[in-house]
């Protein structure tokens, strides 16, 4: 691992412009012509579901429809990090085999804290201004952990500093429009958590310490119903946690996937006739590697030409550059290490590009996506350091636009 290039670059490989790559395939553009985004699959479910205000649906919906159909019971599973990358994994004969409906595309950045903003409003990340892990907020002057929902530098809660969950999303979820009976199932680590209880809006939430306790809270919760039409919203993490640890394609993700494909079967079967189970993923993860790996701190010569640290994610940093000093951070960047794997894409560009949707960037996105975004173009990652910190120990990483983090399937029982 290099905290900068030693030396001249030249003539070393350089990466190619991502609107080239896009083209070759070599990256996967979130908008596909032939695959369903997850906000089409996300829109569908909540447009079934009475969720008022949504816009037209785009073609790709009408796909999601045919397999999804309109069942008076909703069972929405995400489990974080299960790409089809992880399909080595499934258990031949589970569910997660018999059930495989089509190929879906993750949006980007391809990272959880978009992906479940997206869920709880239904909108683009152009639209909701949450870019990754972290998120830069220039009108608070902090890169935040819209998760964790603490300051990064000092790990202080946002909550002591005056700031709502709210306030880092410029939309309201969309749970509490639904004319449907709707409960979140959690893992009970993350129950308490500020984007949990804001993603929820007012409707009630059950906390689980193991799959067998969720599937009884799922059937109890439909039960509970009386009938009525129901939608049942559920994450459950593992997958993601231990691919950052051991990597996708490690033993112990392919127990964690055996485990969830044999929960999923047996919770099909416990459901009522009118009730559809509907899986998915947010991302895949990439395997890192680890010459690929710059770090810096507030010492590095990069720092002098931005207003905040890097925010974003390790594999598509976000750089707010001070003004006037942009041709200079770009000749600066190309002569470090991390020039090797990433291009520098003017943010309007990527919006131009629709990266982040076709929608326009809302003012709070616009805003933190700052001036340039690095897009990784190998297994590469961006690191900055706070004080005191250590660097990223990951053997899986994602929010890139490679195939191994774009590509999730979406599965339903017959």
């Known amino acids: 691992m290099s905290a900068s290039a030693n030396g001249s670059n030249e003539g070393r490989h350089r990466p190619s412009e991502p609107s080239a790559l896009l083209e070759s395939g070599a990256l996967l553009h979130p908008l596909s012509p032939h695959h369903p985004s997850y906000i089409d699959l996300i829109r569908y479910l909540y447009r079934i579901s009475g969720a008022a205000d949504l816009p037209a649906p785009r073609a790709a919906e009408h796909r999601i429809a045919g397999f999804v159909g309109v069942p008076r019971h909703i069972v929405f599973v995400l489990v974080d990090g299960m790409g089809l990358n992880t399909g080595d994994h499934f258990p031949r004969g589970g569910f997660l085999d018999h059930g495989f409906a089509c190929e879906m595309r993750a949006l980007f950045p391809s990272t959880t804290a978009a992906v479940l903003t997206s869920t709880a409003t239904g909108l683009w990340p152009a639209e909701n201004g949450i870019t990754g892990w972290w998120t830069c907020i220039p009108e608070y002057e902090r890169v935040v952990l819209p998760l964790p929902f603490v300051e990064r530098e000092s790990e202080e809660p946002l909550s002591q500093l005056g700031i709502e969950y709210g306030d880092l999303v410029p939309h309201p979820p969309l749970l509490d429009s639904l004319d449907r009976e709707a409960c979140s199932f959690v893992p009970a680590e993350i129950a308490d958590g500020s984007f949990t209880t804001w993603a929820r809006g007012q409707r009630p939430m059950a906390a689980f310490g193991s799959l067998g306790e969720l599937g009884r809270n799922v059937t109890d919760f439909i039960d509970s119903t009386g009938g009525r039409a129901s939608f049942s919203n559920i994450y459950i993490g593992a997958v993601d946690t231990l691919s950052h640890s051991h990597g996708y394609d490690a033993a112990e993700v392919g127990e964690a996937i055996r485990r969830i494909d044999g929960f999923l079967d047996r919770l099909a079967g416990e459901l009522p006739s009118d009730a559809r189970l509907v899986v998915t993923a947010d991302h895949g993860q990439?395997?890192?590697?680890?010459?690929?790996?710059?770090?810096?701190?507030?010492?590095?010569?990069?720092?002098?030409?931005?207003?905040?640290?890097?925010?974003?994610?390790?594999?598509?940093?976000?750089?707010?550059?001070?003004?006037?000093?942009?041709?200079?951070?770009?000749?600066?960047?190309?002569?470090?290490?991390?020039?090797?794997?990433?291009?520098?894409?003017?943010?309007?560009?990527?919006?131009?590009?629709?990266?982040?949707?076709p929608a326009p960037f809302s003012d709070a996105m616009r805003r933190r996506l700052g001036t340039y975004i690095g897009i990784a173009t190998d297994a590469a990652l961006l690191d900055y350091v706070a004080a005191g910190g250590q660097p990223l120990a990951l053997r899986g990483a994602h929010g890139g636009l490679r195939a191994d983090e774009m590509r999730i399937g979406l599965f339903v029982n017959s």
């Open 286 to 357: 990439i395997l890192v590697d680890d010459r690929r790996h710059t770090i810096i701190d507030r010492n590095h010569e990069l720092m002098r030409f931005l207003e905040y640290p890097p925010s974003g994610e390790a594999t598509v940093p976000v750089f707010h550059v001070k003004s006037g000093r942009e041709d200079e951070f770009c000749d600066a960047f190309a002569a470090s290490e991390a020039g090797l794997s990433f291009s520098l894409l003017e943010s309007e560009r990527a919006g131009a590009l629709e990266l982040f949707g």
